[in-house]
């Protein structure tokens, strides 16, 4: 029979576990390891992070390039690749399944289409119209 000991356990490493259905609670991680953690200022800050990415992707897709500059395509291009990337880091946020990032971020496109595309603040879009006789626009919509 053998008496020698037994080889010592390697370390235990933290799990990690991601919950896959809503929570509710400060405890989250959003977008980056330990970020907010369990701090309440930090998790405060996370909500008002995701809630003014939300703003200002509205408001990235409510402006027209072409009035404001002379090379459009460029110009289109780098603010589309902008609002692509603003709406993914929404989208990894709310992937953390936290009910308040994900209230945060539903108020935050509430808000800046309110401010930014909404005609109850009397901020008319002018429609231009192609050659074809289609309505323009110079970016894709947000909208299914």
């Known amino acids: 029979?053998?008496?020698s000991p037994p080889p010592p356990m390697a370390p235990m490493?933290?799990?990690?576990?991601?919950?896959?259905?809503?929570f509710w609670g400060r405890k989250a991680e959003v977008l980056f390891t330990d970020w907010p953690g369990d701090r309440r200022g930090m998790y405060a800050l996370a909500l008002i992070v995701v809630f003014l990415l939300a703003v200002i992707t509205e408001?990235?897709?409510?402006?027209?390039?072409d009035k404001l500059t002379h090379k459009k395509g460029l110009a289109q291009t780098a603010v589309h690749t902008l609002r692509v990337g603003l709406m993914y880091l929404l989208?990894?946020?709310?992937m953390s399944f936290n009910g308040g990032i994900f209230i945060a971020a539903c108020v935050g496109h509430a808000v800046g289409f309110l401010l930014f595309r909404s005609k109850i603040?009397?901020?008319q879009q002018e429609e231009r119209?192609?050659?074809?006789g289609s309505k323009y626009c110079d970016l894709p919509s947000t909208s299914c």
């Open 129 to 132: 119209v192609s050659d074809e």
């Open 91 to 94: 989208m990894l946020a709310v």
């Open 121 to 123: 603040l009397g901020k």
């Open 1 to 3: 029979m053998d008496m």
């Open 13 to 22: 490493k933290k799990k990690h576990y991601t919950s896959m259905t809503f």
């Open 59 to 65: 408001m990235i897709s409510s402006h027209r390039v």
